[in-house]
C-alpha cells in the first residue's frame, strides 16, 4: 500500500469548489452536463459516464477517480464512473501522486510494469476505485454510458461513439507539458483541483435538483 496524505480529500474537494474560477460558458456546460444526468435519473435509467482522453492515463483518470469520489459525497450511487481512451498506456506516476497528495490512498490490484491496475480507496468510500489505463470501450466500462471527453484530440478522433446515449465535450489543460520540469507538481495540481471543483459542481447540481 502506498500513502502519501498531506490534504484531507474531503477538504480538498469542498475549497475546490470555493476556489473554482469559472466563466459563463463553462458553467452552462457543467449545468448541461447535471441537466441531463438528472434526466436520466428521474427516468430510473442507468447512469454510467465514460471520461474520455487520448491515453487514459492524466485527465480522463482524475475525472474518473472524483466522479467516483462525488457519487459517494452525495450518496448517489446509481451514478457510476468510468475511463477509457483512444489509445492504451498506463495510469501515470505524477497523476497517482496527486491524487495521493490529496488524500486518496493507491494499492497494487494487479502488478505490470506497463499498466499497472490500482485499487483507490478514501475516507469513508464504500467500495474502491479500480483504475487502470484502458480504451473506452473496454468491456470493464458498462454501457450504455455519456461519453465526456476530457481533451480535443480525444475529441477529435472518436467522431461517432456507437455505446453513448450522449455526448459532451469537457477538455482540461494537460499536464503532461510540465513533466520532468520544476513545476510538475505544482501544475498536476492545479489540474486536480479545477477536475475536482468542476466535478463538484455537477453533483452538486444534481443533488440539488433531485
Same mark, same amino acid.
Given at each position: ?36 444526468? #438528472? $434526466? ?26 472524483? $466522479? ?10 446509481? #451514478?457510476?464512473?468510468?475511463? *477509457? *481512451?483512444?489509445? #492504451? ?13 490529496? *488524500?486518496? #490512498? ?55 461513439? $456507437? ?33 475536482? *471543483? ?13
Amino acid at each position: 500500500m502506498t500513502r502519501n496524505i498531506s490534504i484531507n480529500t474531503e477538504h480538498f474537494f469542498l475549497t475546490a469548489l470555493k476556489e473554482l474560477e469559472i466563466d459563463e460558458n463553462r458553467k452552462q456546460l457543467l449545468t448541461k452536463i447535471a441537466h441531463f444526468i #438528472v $434526466s436520466q435519473l428521474k427516468q430510473n435509467k442507468p447512469v454510467n459516464l465514460n471520461y474520455i482522453c487520448t491515453h487514459n492515463s492524466r485527465r480522463s483518470q482524475l475525472s474518473n477517480v472524483w $466522479s467516483s469520489y462525488a457519487a459517494n459525497y452525495f450518496e448517489l450511487s446509481t #451514478v457510476k464512473s468510468f475511463s *477509457g *481512451g483512444t489509445s #492504451v498506456t498506463s495510469f501515470y506516476r505524477n497523476t497517482v501522486k496527486t491524487l495521493q497528495q490529496t *488524500g486518496f #490512498v493507491f494499492k497494487l490490484s494487479e502488478f505490470s510494469h506497463h499498466n499497472p491496475v490500482y485499487s483507490i480507496e478514501y475516507e469513508n468510500c464504500q467500495k474502491p476505485i479500480l483504475a487502470f489505463s484502458k480504451l473506452y470501450n473496454d468491456e470493464f466500462n458498462a454501457v450504455p454510458f455519456i461519453a465526456i471527453t476530457t481533451c480535443s484530440n480525444a475529441d477529435e478522433h472518436c467522431p461517432f461513439i $456507437s455505446e453513448a446515449i450522449q455526448r459532451f465535450h469537457l477538455p482540461f489543460n494537460d499536464p503532461k507539458t510540465f513533466d520532468n520540469t520544476l513545476y510538475a507538481s505544482e501544475k498536476y495540481l492545479e489540474t486536480n483541483k479545477q477536475i475536482a *471543483g468542476e466535478i463538484h459542481f455537477i453533483f452538486k447540481s444534481i443533488a440539488t435538483a433531485l
